[in-house]
C-alpha cells in the first residue's frame, strides 16, 4: 500500500499519534537526566554547607620523639605527593591540587600550658604552610628565626610567633613579651606580631578555628574557664618545634572539590575513603605513632545516600505512573489510527491480502509518525541538563517500539480472519473460570502485598526496594479489575429502573453502558493510573507542606525567637519592643537546674504560659495549659519538685509533656512559671509579629535570632526538597493533562459506531438534544466510576505504602503522615474529566448532525 497516502488520509490521527510519542519520548529521556542532575546538585550542595574538616580529607599523625619531628617545610611537601598518589581512582578527581583552594599543610600542639597561669591558660603552637596568603599582619610584624633564651638554668628554644588580634585583650597579652610554656621539656615564645584573617568566612577556617578565635572550656568539677589560643611561626620554627615531651601533630589537608562530586558514585565514594584510610594506616610502618585520615565524608555521604534514596521512591513512584499513563495514551492514540484503518485494511484482507501485509501496513504507517516524533523527543531532551543515563537512549526506542509493535500484533489480532464480523454491542462473553481465578489472584496479591508493605518495612539492603514498585502497580490492576468486572451490574439495575420510564434515552444510554466493548478497558488503565498518581501526588506534596509548616515552628516556638548566653538587660528588652513590626514580647529564661538535692540534672524554662499561648494564635503547635511544673516523662511521677535554679523551689507536678518547641524533644525538662522565680534573668524573648531579624541581631549581638520564616525557608529550600516538590507539582499537571487526553482519545475512538447508532436514532425520530443525553449517558458512568475508584486509590496510597514513603528528611526529620483529607485537587481533578466528556458528547453530537444519514449508515457495511 502507498504508506504516504494513507498518512495524508488519516492525517489527524497521525499528528495525534506523533505529538504523543514526542512528549512520552521527551519525558522518558529528559526526566531521569533532570533527576538525577537535582541529585548531583543536592550532593554538591550537602558538601558545600558542610563544615570543611568535615567533608575534607585530613592526613594525621602525632610526633612522639624527635626521631618523627618533621623540621622542614620539603619534607611535609613530599608527603603530601605521596598522600595523593595513594588516593583511590574514584577520590582522585574530587581532591583539589596542591596549593589551590583550601589545601594546606599544619603542625600544631594541644594543651600547651602556659607558666604562671595555673593551669588555666593554654598557648598552642602552630605552623600553617600557606599564613602568608591567610592572614593580615595590622599589629608587629610577621614572626622570623627561632634563638634561644635561659629558664631556670637552661637554655631553651625562643620562637617567634604572633597570634589573632583578638586574642591579646582576651588572654591579657602583648606584643613583645616572652612566654614560657610547658610543664617540663620547656620552650620560650616572643609575641612579635598579630593578625587579622583576610576572609574569616572562608572554609579554610574551619580547620583551623583554633587560630582563629580563643577556645573556653569549662573542665568537669571547675568553676573557671580554660582559655586555649594556638599561635602561628614561621617556616623556621619548624626547626625547633619537637614532639619530644608535648602533644605535636602534623596534619595534611586535602580538600574536597563538592563541584566535582557526582550522586551516582556516592558509594564508590564511600568505598574509596574506607580504602584510603586503610592505606594511609600502612605507611606507619616503623613508627609508633599511625597515621590516620580525619574525616566525615563517609557520614555525609551516607545521609545523602539516604535523603535520595526517598526522593527516588517517590519519584520512581509517580514517574513510573506518569510514564505508564504516557504509554497508555500512546496506546490508545495507536488504537484510533487503526480504526481509522479498519475498513481499508479489511477490504484488503478480503481481496486476498495477506496477514503480514495487512500488519506492516498498520506498523509502517504507525512507526511514519512515531518513529520521527521518537526522535525529536530524544533530540529535545539534550537540552535538559544532567548526566546522560542509558535509559536516556533506551527509553525512546522502548516507546517507539512498543507503538509499532502494538500496531501490527493489533492489526494481526483483528484481521487474522477476513470479514470476521463480531458484535459485541449485542451481548457480553461470559468470563472463563480460568479469567475470574487470575483475577481474583491480582486482587489477592495487591492487597497481600500492600500489607507486607506497611508490616515488613523497605528491604534491609541498600538502594531501592522493587517492593515499592510492585505493590502501587498491583493496587491499580486490583482496582480496574474491580471496576471492569463489577460496574455493569449496577448500571443493569439502572437499565431495569429506567426501562419502567417512559422515556427511552435513559434506557438506551445506559444499555449501551452496561454493554460497553472490550476496548473499553484501555481509557479504564489510563485513566485509573492517572489519576491515582495525580491525586497521591497532590496527598504527598500537601503532607509534605502542612509537615514542614510543623516542623519549622517546633523548630523556634514562635515567630521570631531571641536566646541569649547572658542575661538580657531590661532596657535592651524594651527597645526590642519597639521594633517596627514586634506586636508581643513574652520573656523567659532557660538553664540547667538541679533537681532534689543530688547530682541529678534537668534543663528547664521558665515562662509565662499563658502569653506564650496567646504569642502563638493559629500556629500549628500549642503549649501546655496550668500552673506549677510539666516535666518530661523521664521525670513524671514524683509529685512535688524539689528545683535548685538561683533559690530552691519548690513546684507540683502539673502535667507531662513531651516537648517544648523551640527547645526541648528528648531527655530531662521542666516547664515552670517565670513568676516563681524570685528574680528572673531573661536570656530568652519570644516575639510576634513580623520584625527585621538583621535589626534585632544588632541590637542584641550576644544573642541568637531565629525566626519560624527562615526556617521554614531553609526547610524548603534544601535541593532534595525542591526537587522533590518540584517533582510532584510537575506530574501532577502532566498526568491531569495526560487523563484528560485519554478521554478525549476514548470520545473519538467509539465515534464512529457511535455516530452509526445515533444515525439508524435519528431514523427513528431521535432529536439532536436527546442524542446530546444519549452520548453523556453512555460515557460518563465509566468516566465517573474511574474517578473515584482513582481518588479511593490516591487517597490510600499514602496509607497502604505505609513506611515505604519516608519523607521526614524533607520536613526538618518529622514523619509526614497526617495525610488530609484535601479534596480541592482531586474534585477538580474528577470535574475536568466530566466537563471534557460532556463537551466531547456535546461535539460528537454536532458533528453528526451535519452528516448525511444515508453516508453514516453505509461506514462498516461490507454487504
Excluded at 500484533?409 to 458484535?423: I, K, N, S, T
Excluded at 439495575?493 to 454493554?515: D, E, I, N, S
Excluded at 509534605?544 to 516542623?551: E, K, N
Excluded at 538580657?568 to 540547667?592: C, F, H, N, S
Aim: net charge positive.
Amino acid at each position: 500500500m502507498r504508506i504516504p497516502l494513507l498518512a495524508r488520509t488519516h492525517l489527524g490521527a497521525v499528528a495525534v499519534l506523533f505529538v504523543l510519542t514526542l512528549s512520552a519520548c521527551l519525558l522518558v529521556a529528559g526526566l531521569p537526566r533532570a533527576m538525577q542532575s537535582s541529585f548531583d546538585q543536592a550532593l554538591h550542595e550537602a558538601l558545600r554547607t558542610a563544615p570543611a574538616e568535615q567533608a575534607d580529607l585530613t592526613v594525621t599523625v602525632a610526633s612522639m620523639s624527635k626521631e618523627e619531628d618533621l623540621n622542614e617545610r620539603g619534607q611535609f611537601e613530599s608527603r603530601d605527593q605521596r598522600w595523593r598518589r595513594l588516593l583511590p581512582p574514584a577520590l582522585r578527581p574530587l581532591v583539589v591540587p596542591t596549593g589551590t583552594g583550601d589545601s594546606h599543610m599544619s603542625a600544631k600542639t594541644v594543651v600547651t600550658p602556659l607558666q604562671g597561669s595555673g593551669g588555666t591558660m593554654f598557648m598552642n603552637l602552630g605552623w600553617l604552610s600557606d599564613a602568608d596568603r591567610r592572614v593580615d599582619w595590622v599589629q608587629g610584624r610577621p614572626p622570623g628565626k627561632p634563638s634561644t633564651t635561659r629558664f631556670e638554668g637552661e637554655t631553651i628554644p625562643l620562637i617567634e610567633v604572633g597570634l589573632v588580634e583578638s586574642a591579646l585583650p582576651a588572654m591579657d597579652l602583648r606584643l613583645g613579651q616572652v612566654k614560657v610554656l610547658g610543664e617540663s621539656h620547656y620552650v620560650a615564645v616572643r609575641l612579635v606580631g598579630a593578625f587579622r584573617a583576610k576572609n574569616p568566612n572562608e572554609r579554610y577556617w574551619s580547620h583551623n578555628s583554633d587560630i582563629l578565635s580563643v577556645t573556653r572550656i569549662l573542665p568537669p568539677g571547675k568553676l573557671e574557664f580554660e582559655k586555649h589560643i594556638t599561635t602561628v611561626m614561621s617556616d623556621d620554627g619548624l626547626a625547633v618545634l619537637s614532639g619530644d615531651g608535648r602533644n605535636l601533630s602534623y596534619n595534611w589537608v586535602l580538600p574536597i572539590a563538592p563541584d566535582k562530586a557526582d550522586a551516582l558514585a556516592t558509594s564508590d565514594l564511600n568505598t574509596a575513603v574506607s580504602e584510603f584510610e586503610r592505606v594511609i594506616g600502612l605507611q606507619a610502618s616503623g613508627s609508633f605513632s599511625p597515621y590516620r585520615v580525619m574525616t566525615a565524608l563517609p557520614k555525609l555521604l551516607t545521609d545523602f545516600l539516604a535523603a535520595q534514596s526517598t526522593a527516588q521512591t517517590v519519584m520512581y513512584l509517580v514517574l513510573g505512573g506518569l510514564l505508564l499513563v504516557a504509554a497508555g495514551v500512546i496506546v490508545l492514540a495507536v488504537q484510533l489510527l487503526a480504526g481509522r484503518l479498519d475498513h481499508t485494511l479489511a477490504l484488503t484482507r478480503a481481496r486476498g491480502g495477506s496477514l503480514r501485509q495487512v500488519a506492516g501496513t498498520g506498523a509502517a504507517l504507525t512507526a511514519l509518525a512515531v518513529v520521527p516524533a521518537g526522535l525529536v523527543g530524544y533530540a529535545l531532551s539534550w537540552f535538559v541538563p544532567g548526566p546522560v543515563l542509558p535509559v536516556v537512549h533506551i527509553g525512546p526506542l522502548l516507546v517507539m517500539a512498543a507503538a509499532v509493535g502494538f500496531a501490527a500484533a493489533g492489526l494481526a489480532f483483528a484481521h487474522r480472519v477476513p470479514l470476521d464480523e463480531r458484535r459485541e454491542d449485542v451481548a457480553t462473553a461470559r468470563p472463563s473460570a480460568r479469567r475470574l481465578t487470575l483475577e481474583v489472584l491480582v486482587v489477592v496479591l495487591a492487597l497481600a502485598g500492600a500489607y507486607l508493605l506497611r508490616t515488613r518495612g523497605l528491604a534491609a539492603s541498600a538502594g531501592f526496594d522493587p517492593f515499592l514498585l510492585v505493590v502501587p502497580i498491583a493496587l491499580t490492576l486490583a482496582a480496574a479489575v474491580v471496576i471492569l468486572r463489577c460496574y455493569p451490574y449496577p448500571l443493569r439495575l439502572l437499565v431495569r429502573l429506567a426501562a419502567r420510564r417512559p422515556g427511552a434515552v435513559p434506557f438506551l444510554g445506559l444499555t449501551r453502558a452496561a454493554r460497553a466493548r472490550s476496548a473499553s478497558v484501555l481509557p479504564v488503565l489510563i485513566l485509573l493510573p492517572a489519576l491515582g498518581v495525580s491525586v497521591f501526588a497532590a496527598v504527598i506534596s500537601d503532607g509534605l507542606v502542612s509537615t514542614q509548616r510543623l516542623a519549622s515552628w517546633q523548630q523556634v516556638g514562635a515567630p521570631v525567637k531571641i536566646t541569649s548566653r547572658i542575661e538580657i538587660p531590661a532596657d535592651v528588652i524594651d527597645r526590642v519592643r519597639k521594633v517596627a513590626g514586634v506586636e508581643q514580647v513574652v520573656l523567659a529564661q532557660t538553664g540547667r537546674v538541679q533537681v532534689g538535692y543530688g547530682a541529678e540534672r534537668a534543663e528547664a524554662i521558665a515562662v509565662n504560659l499563658a502569653e506564650w499561648r496567646r504569642l502563638l494564635g493559629g500556629a500549628p503547635i500549642d503549649v501546655p495549659t496550668g500552673s506549677g511544673a510539666f516535666v518530661s516523662p523521664d521525670l513524671k511521677g514524683r509529685g512535688t519538685y524539689e528545683i535548685g535554679w538561683q533559690s530552691r523551689l519548690k513546684l507540683p507536678e502539673s502535667g507531662v509533656i513531651t516537648s517544648v518547641p523551640g527547645f526541648y524533644s528528648q531527655g530531662k525538662f521542666i516547664v515552670m512559671p517565670l513568676d516563681q522565680l524570685v528574680r528572673p534573668a531573661v536570656n530568652t524573648l519570644l516575639i510576634r509579629g513580623n520584625p527585621a531579624v538583621d535589626e534585632l541581631r544588632r541590637m542584641v549581638p550576644l544573642g541568637t535570632v531565629e525566626s519560624q520564616t527562615l526556617a521554614l525557608a531553609a526547610i524548603q529550600d534544601d535541593p532534595l526538597t525542591s526537587t522533590v516538590r518540584t517533582t510532584l507539582m510537575v506530574v501532577t499537571v502532566a498526568l491531569a493533562a495526560y487523563a484528560l487526553v485519554a478521554v478525549i482519545l476514548s470520545l473519538v475512538v467509539g465515534a464512529a459506531d457511535r455516530a452509526r447508532a445515533l444515525s439508524f436514532l435519528r431514523t427513528l425520530g431521535l432529536s439532536d438534544r436527546q442524542a446530546q443525553r444519549l452520548t453523556v449517558l453512555e460515557i460518563m458512568p465509566m468516566i465517573l466510576l474511574t474517578a473515584l475508584a482513582g481518588l479511593l486509590l490516591g487517597l490510600g496510597l499514602p496509607e497502604a505504602l505505609g513506611p515505604g514513603v519516608d519523607l521526614s528528611s524533607y520536613a526538618g526529620d518529622l514523619p509526614v503522615g497526617d495525610y488530609s483529607l484535601d479534596l480541592v485537587t482531586p474534585t477538580a481533578l474528577a470535574t475536568g474529566l466530566a466537563v471534557v466528556a460532556v463537551l466531547g458528547a456535546y461535539a460528537h453530537t454536532a458533528i453528526s448532525r451535519r452528516r448525511s444519514l444515508g453516508a453514516v449508515l453505509r461506514v462498516g457495511d461490507l454487504t
